[in-house]
Structure formats: structure tokens, C-alpha cells
């Protein structure tokens, strides 16, 4: 054999060797799970239906609470209402740590409220929970400007004549508008060049964070981050974001007004004067533009897909539709925009939302948790930092709780009287102490845009409803609806 073969397979065999060694081997006794490859965990498990097929496969053989290595690393998979109620809820102060999604960790690298932990964590989290409820320094309320995004989205339907239409960047618009009112103290044209772009951005991002390709990057991030992919698209889209954030920043630095606080920018520059002689203080630039990052992208792409996902399933249930607008017309009428106090009124309609948020099942894996300290749970040791999947989709189509989960079903939420009833299995908003800073907001412009568009229109679609296709574009961290064209008819 050639001596340079010799060589080239002994340094092969010594990069392998390396590699073993580092290996992690799990301290304490995590829960029972397949037994993975070195390096390669348990990539023999995974199949092209994504990481939510596979990991549903492994839990019919170890239960609720199982174990699986994406690549070198090992994760706890929480499959059930009871496992993720018992670790996010009684065991909430363990169970607050986050672990991270590697296509995005380039760009968060810890921080910002979302992907941040310790007391970074929860210095953010503690602000952003006051502005955010503040919502702009309690100047005007969010069902006020909720109702006039509504009013200018009825306009713009108008406008299509019954035409049909896609509506993806459309309802990013309204709920685009509603974050960057708080977050930037504005609201965009529907028409503004750098808005859309913005809008496309996060909409190819969070179609790309849950591809395919992504979950492969999930598995062997260390590797293959050195190579070409989508990962590397991901980043150039969220920087551009962050570019114009950074922007932005410093036009309300320099326009900023001590007694006058416009909205979360303002706020949070006045915080950073307040503490510039704190060495420790965790309210930077750095912190700020991933922070406003964070609630835009969140508060933009989670309520304007499921809001898609909604009328795309009233065009495939278009009895569901006509039930609502009979109550929208008992309740509210048609000359006056529907309020937040309709919504007690309304027990249908509000099951018809909590269905479309359950059956869209929107970010079916959770953003990863990790346990604070070592952690005792169902008889297992938890190492301090092991990360956590919480399967909310296993809650979400829960079959003691929803009677047919893989069917879209209103009645779900209404009880023998037809009152609302709610679920403990119901956490499209994830739970405890990382559940979703944006709840309420959200809550809100659904059943304000939801009503207000049946209100004044009737829907159609050139697809007969038998022919409409539920299933997702994309699955992985998120779940991406097809894309398809909707007509507006005025009623």
C-alpha cells in the first residue's frame, strides 16, 4: 500500500478516534431513548417526514418522556399534555433555561428576551413584559390600533373587487404593524418598499428555519456550518433585519425625548442612560437590537400564519365561516367594528379560533427548553443544561383531550350548551415561564381581524373545498401553510 494511503487513512482513523473521545456520555440517568451511533446520534431514526414524525415513531416504543441524540447531543423529548404540564408548569423555575435552534444561533447567540437565560434572561424578560403591557406607554390601547389596522386591511380588500388574491403579505402587514407600533412608536404602508421587504424576509426565514435542510443542520450544525446552505441564507436574512434595526436605533437615539418615551426603543435607551454605570447591567445595544429582533419576527410571522392557516381552513369548511358570520351579525351587526367585549358573546366564534390555532399546530417541537440545575423528573436525573423539546403538537392533538385530533373541529372547545371550554391540552403559546411574551397581543388580533374580515366579507376560492390541501409547504421548527389564492367578496 502507498505510504501516502497509510497516512491518510491513520489520520482518518485518528480524526474518528478524536471525535469518540469527545463524545459526550451523559451524566446522571437520562430517560430511556434508541441507542445512538458515536457522532451521528440517532440519524437512523430520523426520516425525511422531519423530526415530528420521527420523534412521534420513538415515543410509541419509550413512552412520554424519551431520549434522543440529534447528532452528538442528547435531548428529552416531552410527548403529552401531563409530561409538559409537569415539567413547564410544576417544575416551572427548572424548566425556564433555553436551549438553542443552530440555524439561528449565529445571530441570537444568547441574546435578546427570547434566546437568552440566567439573569440576562430575566432582566429582559421583566422590561419587556412592562413595555410590552404598557404597549407604547399606555398612550393608546392595542385594540385601538388593533382596530384601525383592521379598518385599513377591509379597505385594501375592497379595493380587490372579489379578485382572487394570496393574502400571505397582507396579513403580515396588519400584524407587522401592530409589533412595530409598540416596538418602533409607526405603523408602514401597506405599499412601503422597505417594509415588504422586511415582510419578505421574515417570511422566507421562517419558511427556511423549518425546512428540511434545516433539521439536517439541526443534527450536525458543527460540521456543516463550515459549508454552503440554507443556514447561511437564514443569516443574511435576519442581519439585514438587524441592519435596519440598528438604524432605526439610532434615529430614536437621536431624536430621543427623556419625558416623552414613543415606545420600546425609547424605553429601553432611557434604561441603558440609567444603568451605564452598572458594569453588570444586562441592558446594551446588543441585547436591545436582538430584543426588538426577536418581538418582530415573533410578534409578525406567528400571528399572520396562523391567521393564513384560519382562512385557508374556512375555505375548506365554508360551514364553519357561515356559523361565525351568523353570530358576528347576532352580536355585533355591521356598522360598527367587532370590540374585545364582543368576544364573551361570541362563544363560537372564540372555539373557532382556539381550533384553527390547535389543528394549525404552529411550532409543532417548541422552541427548545434546558434545565437550570440537575433535575429530578419521573424518576430520571436531568443534568443541569440537558435540553428540552417540549412537543407541544403532542398536546395539541392530544386524544384525551380532543375527541378527534387530526380533524378540524370547532366543537373541540364548546361544551353540551355551547359555551366555550377550555383545555388544559390547549398551549399554542407553549407554557410557564417562557410562554410566549406576545400572548395576549396576539389573542387579540385574531379575534379582532378574524371577525372584522367576516364581518364585511364573504369567502371563495377557485378550488373546489374537497380539492383544498391542509397539509404544510413546510414542517419542522414551524409549520408553514401551502400557499392559495382567496377572493374577498363584500357582503
Known amino acids: 500500500m502507498e505510504p501516502s494511503v497509510l497516512l491518510l487513512l491513520a489520520l482518518l482513523v485518528g480524526f474518528v478516534l478524536l471525535l469518540v473521545r469527545g463524545y459526550p456520555k451523559a451524566r446522571g440517568h437520562l430517560p430511556p431513548g434508541p441507542r445512538p451511533l458515536p457522532l451521528l446520534g440517532n440519524l437512523l431514526q430520523m426520516d425525511r417526514g422531519g423530526f415530528l414524525n420521527s420523534f412521534r415513531r420513538i415515543r410509541e416504543k419509550y413512552g412520554d418522556v424519551f431520549t434522543v441524540h440529534l447528532g452528538p447531543r442528547p435531548v428529552v423529548m416531552l410527548y403529552g399534555t401531563e409530561a409538559i404540564r409537569e415539567a413547564l408548569v410544576d417544575q416551572a423555575e427548572a424548566f425556564s433555561g433555553r436551549g438553542t435552534i443552530a440555524v439561528v444561533e449565529p445571530i441570537f447567540r444568547g441574546y435578546g428576551v427570547v434566546f437568552a437565560n440566567g439573569e440576562r434572561w430575566k432582566a429582559l424578560r421583566r422590561f419587556s413584559l412592562v413595555t410590552m403591557r404598557d404597549f407604547g406607554m399606555g398612550k393608546r390601547s392595542v385594540e385601538e390600533r388593533i382596530q384601525e389596522e383592521a379598518r385599513c386591511l377591509v379597505e385594501e380588500f375592497r379595493k380587490s373587487q372579489g379578485a382572487p388574491l394570496d393574502p400571505t403579505f397582507l396579513f403580515q402587514c396588519i400584524t407587522a404593524n401592530i409589533i412595530c407600533s409598540i416596538v418602533f412608536g409607526e405603523r408602514f404602508d401597506y405599499k412601503d418598499h422597505q417594509f415588504l421587504r422586511l415582510l419578505y424576509l421574515f417570511y422566507q ?78 441592558f446594551d445595544h446588543q441585547n436591545l437590537v436582538i430584543s426588538v429582533l426577536s418581538l ?55 372555539a373557532v379560533i382556539y381550533e384553527i390555532q390547535r389543528f394549525s399546530d404552529l411550532v409543532p417541537i417548541g422552541v427548545p427548553h434546558k434545565v437550570t440545575k440537575d433535575t429530578l423528573f419521573r424518576g430520571y436525573l436531568l443534568p443541569k443544561n440537558t435540553e428540552v423539546y417540549p412537543t407541544l403538537s403532542s398536546a395539541l392533538h392530544d386524544p ?92
Do not use: W
Open 205 to 282: 426565514s421562517f419558511s427556511l428555519i423549518s425546512s428540511f435542510s434545516s433539521q439536517v443542520f439541526e443534527l450536525f450544525s458543527g460540521f456543516l456550518k463550515y459549508f454552503p446552505g440554507t443556514h447561511r441564507q437564514i443569516s443574511r436574512n435576519l442581519q439585514e433585519i438587524l441592519d435596519y434595526i440598528g438604524q432605526s436605533v439610532e434615529k430614536h437615539r437621536a431624536t430621543l425625548d427623556p419625558s416623552n418615551p414613543r415606545d420600546f426603543i425609547d424605553t429601553y435607551l432611557l434604561r441603558m442612560e440609567k444603568e451605564k454605570s452598572n458594569q453588570h447591567t444586562e
Open 400 to 491: 384525551q383531550y380532543f375527541e378527534q385530533p387530526d380533524t378540524f373541529n370547532p366543537d373541540h372547545f364548546l361544551d353540551a350548551n355551547g359555551a366555550l371550554k377550555k383545555s388544559e391540552a390547549f398551549m399554542p403559546f407553549s407554557l410557564g415561564k417562557r410562554i410566549c411574551l406576545g400572548e395576549g397581543i396576539a389573542r387579540n388580533e385574531l379575534f379582532l381581524f378574524f371577525t372584522a374580515i367576516l364581518q364585511n366579507f364573504s369567502l371563495s376560492s377557485p378550488v373546489a373545498p374537497k380539492d383544498i390541501d391542509l397539509s404544510p409547504k413546510e414542517s419542522g421548527f414551524g409549520k408553514v401553510p401551502q400557499t392559495y389564492q382567496i377572493c374577498f367578496l363584500a357582503r
Open 296 to 350: 418582530f419576527f415573533a410578534g409578525t410571522e406567528t400571528s399572520s400564519t396562523t391567521l393564513r392557516y384560519g382562512f385557508l381552513l374556512m375555505l375548506k369548511y365554508p360551514h364553519v365561516a357561515e356559523k361565525v358570520q351568523k353570530e358576528i351579525d347576532q352580536v355585533i351587526g355591521s356598522h360598527r367594528l367587532p370590540t374585545l367585549d364582543d368576544r364573551t358573546k361570541m362563544p363560537y366564534t372564540d
